[in-house]
């Protein structure tokens, strides 16, 4: 589980990557189940508000477990 840092809010991306369509926010603080990384280890995949999107990584806190040993996926 990672949570939002104490930035803005994060964009839950479709797929890894800053071209990618924007699901939705998470808010600021927010916990998310994270599920999976991407092969560079800047993405994480998460479930959120029903659905399965991407965060850019250095911008969560990990709260629970460590993500580096999460499955890469793309």
């Not at 949570?3 to 603080?29: F, S």
């Not at 659905?51 to 629970?64: A, E, H, K, N």
Request: aromatic content about 6%; glycine content about 14%.
């Amino acid at each position: 589980q990672v949570q939002t840092g104490t930035g803005a809010n994060l964009n839950v991306r479709a797929a890894p990557g800053l071209d990618t369509a924007i699901l939705g926010g998470a808010v600021q603080g927010e916990r998310l189940p994270a599920l999976a990384r991407s092969a560079d280890d800047l993405w994480l995949q998460v479930r959120w508000n029903g659905l399965v999107g991407w965060v850019y990584g250095p911008l969560t806190v990990p709260v629970i477990g460590d993500t580096s040993i999460l499955p890469v996926t793309e």
